[in-house]
């Protein structure tokens, strides 16, 4: 579980300096594992056996570690958000849970399984959740997502093409020092693997999620936080599926050259619905720019602009479902769901074999998605309206989720 603008894991760390002043680890001594150090581990409880007085943690990165508590040990609960110990309060080894995230202090051993806890600070399975949603909330009201199109670092302004079922618009966001910016780091595919970043990263066809305010005229965005990425966006068949490794063969429908996608733990699957159930969604693919499907009446402001990308009111949406909003209202789905011959699309971030793509994001049913998209561009030409952002590339930016 993860909560906050990052990984708990990672405010659990920040407390880890408040509370002790733990020693870090030689070059020689870092391990891969970001959730282990010399001195404690970090994950999520998978098992406690009170009566043994152990817990079994498994960290993000999927590494077990048996933690032992003793009469000796310090147990404090601290509300996610929260980075130093100013606010927790005391609890006992009976309070805490599986599922609750936890920092267990002490002398991890050498091969990095165990570690006997001084303390032990815990994070609720229920908080963390509730947490985790009121950040989804506010980056669903006060967010935006597009595809950069200019990066001018002189005047520290990044402008993005916020694209929605009713039309493109550029969004200017400038990035002063105030602002917090994060950058996914190669075949990372959660938003918690972001990383600090600078405007310099920046790239044309990068994909940006920010937190803030739009301007009234909707041109431009006052961003408190920015997370960009390298991203690739695919569309292709699937050919073969191999559920025990989490791999799936695919087609990119535009190179026509095959592809690995390879499905991790953290990866979210979706599906897209058939035509014929797009009525849950408001409208169908058969509907006009910002209306709904025909013989159907439409909202009293059915027609009336609102910014691209974002929930409320203002130019560029032309009252057309978003798309970003419709992907992550989509269900969820299991590997197993998916099927040879589905077409689907996949967001990864670009990693090292550009054969290989490792999945952030991949909806199922992707047919009537792409058909709804074309329709909307060959509508846009038809009337007059410029030909989309070759950066924006299928226009579908849904690589960088929520926290």
């Given at each position: 579980m993860r909560a906050h603008f990052f990984a708990t894991a990672l405010v659990l760390a920040t407390v880890t300096g408040a509370y002790a002043q733990t020693p870090q680890a030689s070059p020689s001594s870092?391990?891969?594992?970001?959730?282990?150090?010399?001195?404690?581990?970090?994950?999520?409880?998978k098992a406690l056996d009170a009566a043994a007085r152990q817990l079994i943690v498994k960290t993000d990165a999927g590494s077990i570690v048996t933690v032992t508590v003793s009469d000796k040990t310090v147990y404090m609960r601290l509300a996610p958000g929260e980075t130093t110990l100013t606010n927790a309060t005391k609890?006992?080894?009976s309070d805490v849970a599986e599922g609750d995230r936890v920092w267990a202090r002490g002398k991890v051993s050498e091969d990095l399984k165990s570690v006997p806890a001084a303390a032990l600070i815990v994070m609720n399975k229920a908080d963390i959740a509730k947490k985790q949603e009121a950040?989804?909330?506010?980056?669903?009201?006060r967010g935006i997502l597009g595809v950069v199109s200019a990066v001018n670092p002189e005047a520290k302004?990044?402008?993005?093409?916020?694209?929605s079922m009713g039309g493109t618009q550029s969004v200017i966001i400038p990035v002063s020092e105030k602002v917090d910016v994060r950058r996914y780091a190669p075949d990372s595919i959660k938003f918690s693997d972001a990383k600090p970043g600078t405007i310099s990263e920046v790239k044309v066809g990068d994909q940006l999620r920010a937190l803030g305010e739009r301007s009234s005229d909707g041109a431009r965005f006052t961003a408190e936080k920015v997370v960009t990425g390298s991203l690739r966006t695919v569309a292709s068949t699937v050919t073969a599926l191999d559920a025990a490794t989490g791999e799936i063969k695919v087609?990119?429908?535009?190179?026509?050259?095959?592809?690995?996608?390879?499905?991790?733990?953290?990866a979210v699957l979706r599906k897209f619905p058939a035509a014929g159930e797009m009525a849950m969604f408001g409208r169908g693919p058969g509907a006009g720019p910002g209306g709904p499907p025909s013989g159907q009446q439409g909202p009293p402001n059915g027609n009336r602009p609102q910014p691209a990308g974002a929930g409320g009111p203002g130019p560029g949406r032309g009252g057309g479902i978003n798309i970003q909003e419709m992907l992550e209202r989509l269900p969820t789905i299991a590997l197993a769901d998916v099927k040879v011959g589905d077409?689907?699309?996949?967001s990864s971030t670009k990693g090292a074999d550009p054969a290989r793509l490792t999945a952030i994001s991949l909806v199922s049913g992707a047919d009537t998605l792409l058909n709804m998209i074309?329709?909307?561009?060959?509508?846009q030409q038809a009337g007059g309206q410029p030909a989309p952002n070759p950066a924006a590339g299928l226009g579908v930016q849904f690589g960088i989720g929520l926290p």
């Open positions: 870092q391990q891969a594992d970001k959730g282990i150090t010399p001195n404690s581990a970090i994950g999520e409880v609890i006992t080894l950040d989804r909330a506010e980056w669903r009201r302004e990044i402008t993005i093409s916020s694209r087609n990119d429908l535009q190179t026509k050259q095959p592809l690995t996608v390879v499905i991790r733990q953290d077409t689907i699309i996949v074309a329709a909307r561009q060959q509508q």
